[in-house]
């Protein structure tokens, strides 16, 4: 063969390396993140997802592209948001953030896999057949919060054996909100506490019900399950403080800002599971398959400088269970 015809077969074989090689990739798959909340408030979270969906074996920028819709709270906009997610043809949407995220995801796709985190019974929400046998195109974890209510109120009362007057804070925007203040109410009663409720919505609304709180004579403060309690957690630490209340809230990212005690589940935890769940699904597990998860770890963490500023005194007993004292 001469020379010039080597180069020119040689050229022409060359040219088609990058076509071929591009035929040979396999397409990637791509996760629907939605969640309810700020962007910035759950960096942190959505980087335990992460993690657990490389435990699963999948890398974010290598073989696998995450699509993130954050509502910011403005909760009429998920349906929005999940739709196009269904518009892009997402192979799982992982709906976060509130009960509000799963049911905008199950709106809108009965078809696409959602992996869900709820705080409440997924049957009785009608999200899933059954806690271990799902049955459609939907599974997750779920956090029985209004069980979890229940014990904080115990260890507030544990902590503050005074306690005859509690106020429960809540986001009436919740889908649990009736539900879980009617628990709460009817466990305080049974235990002879008066119930006061208190709502708000945004950080300004919290404001106010403070300083409602400060109008009448409370001994404890219970901050009923909600995103919105984690994310203004610096604003409910800082007003508890001003207007010194014993509160307990739902998880230790409220003590190591300065609260007083949380009892509850990790939500690192929460998100590293969705992480995993999701991951299974690509790998081409069945939603209907997969039994919704609950946790069964629950951490009980205590503040000991808050603690002191109020002038309470820990009983011993309480300390010894701790998970994570903080001093």
Known sequence: MKRREFITLLGGAVATWPVVAWAQQPTVPVVGFLNSQPRQDWRDLAAAFL??????????GRNVAIEYRFAERRFDQLPALAADLVRRQVAVIVASGGDASARAAKTATDTIPIVFSVGGDPVATGFVASLARPGGNAT???LMT???ELKRLE???ELVPSLSTVALLANPDNPRFADDINTVREAARAMGLQVHVLTGRNGSELDTAFATLAQRRIDGLLAVSDP???SERDRLVAL???YTIPAIYQNRELPAAGGLMSYGTSLRGIYHQLGVIAGRILKGGKPADIPVE???KFELVINLKTAKALGLEVPPTLLARADEVIE
């Open 51 to 60: 993690h657990g969906l490389s435990d699963a074996g999948y890398v974010e």
């Open 140 to 142: 997750g974890v779920t």
């Open 146 to 148: 209004a069980t979890l």
């Open 155 to 157: 260890i507030l009362r």
């Open 228 to 230: 919105l309690m984690i």
């Open 240 to 242: 508890a403080a001003r």
């Open 294 to 296: 609950q946790p069964t």
